[in-house]
């Protein structure tokens, strides 16, 4: 089956620290990779993604993910997190034969900034 | 002001009762998604809906049940047959051709 696994599921980092967010998907066809943010009430908003091209993509907020085909990753970095950044985490993966539009989630990760 | 708005926000129902979940979209999305989220397990399809008066399970549709008569609007009820209702709903939508999907903000359904 198909699936997404997020290995980090609650990070603690201090302000202006490096983040990097695991995220690795069980399928062997072309794939629309995805992350998405879900602050402390709020909505659960897109936050990057990725289709073809530059395997590079920069996202809102200083964000960026970097898709790796030979792993079947798309990890989530950012070089100083913000106090602000404290949220919830989830990678997403559209596989695009066979899937009729169905996005598939991990887990989530926590992430904590102490300011 | 475009967007995805569910109602109410909390919801308390006792064991046994069914409840609909409202979802509303002025974005003229064709799709329609609603998700369970529980904490450590993501966001899971219960149901989905590419166009109008059509709709398919998802990955745990069982005591659940959706209709979508109208473009803009995809209620889901939860059944008394759902064994573990308690948990938080997020209904989304997208348009054609696009696979990015956007959220509304929830509802916190409670069953006791």
């Known amino acids: 089956a198909q699936s997404v696994s997020q290995h980090n599921h609650h990070v603690i980092l201090s302000e202006a620290a490096s983040l990097e967010l695991g995220c690795n998907y069980s399928y062997g066809g072309t794939v629309n990779l995805f992350w998405y943010v879900q602050y402390p009430g709020q909505h659960l908003q897109l936050l990057l993604k990725y289709f073809s091209g530059d395997p590079l993509v920069k996202g809102i907020k200083g964000f960026e993910a970097e898709f790796i085909k030979s792993k079947f990753s798309f990890n989530l970095r950012k070089p100083s997190v913000q106090w602000s950044d404290t949220a919830e985490y989830f990678c997403?993966?559209?596989?695009?034969?066979?899937?009729?539009?169905?996005?598939?989630f991990g887990q989530g990760t926590t992430l904590q900034v102490k300011p | 002001d475009g967007g995805i708005t569910q109602s109410p926000k909390y919801l308390f129902r006792k064991e046994g009762q069914n409840v609909t979940l409202s979802c509303e979209q002025n974005?003229?999305?064709?799709?329609m998604y609603w998700y369970r989220q529980d904490p450590g397990q993501g966001l899971r399809l219960i149901y989905y809906s590419q166009i109008v008066n059509d709709f398919q399970k998802g990955d745990i549709a069982e005591g659940y049940s959706v209709s979508r008569e109208k473009k803009e609007s995809f209620p889901l009820t939860v059944t008394s047959a759902q064994k573990n209702p308690t948990a938080f709903y997020l209904c989304?939508?997208?348009?054609?051709?696009?696979?990015?999907?956007?959220f509304g903000p929830g509802t916190r359904l409670t069953v006791t």
């Open positions: 989304a939508s997208s348009p054609t051709g696009k696979d990015e999907q956007y």
């Open positions: 974005l003229n999305h064709d799709a």
């Open positions: 997403a993966v559209k596989p695009l034969s066979g899937n009729t539009g169905k996005l598939i």
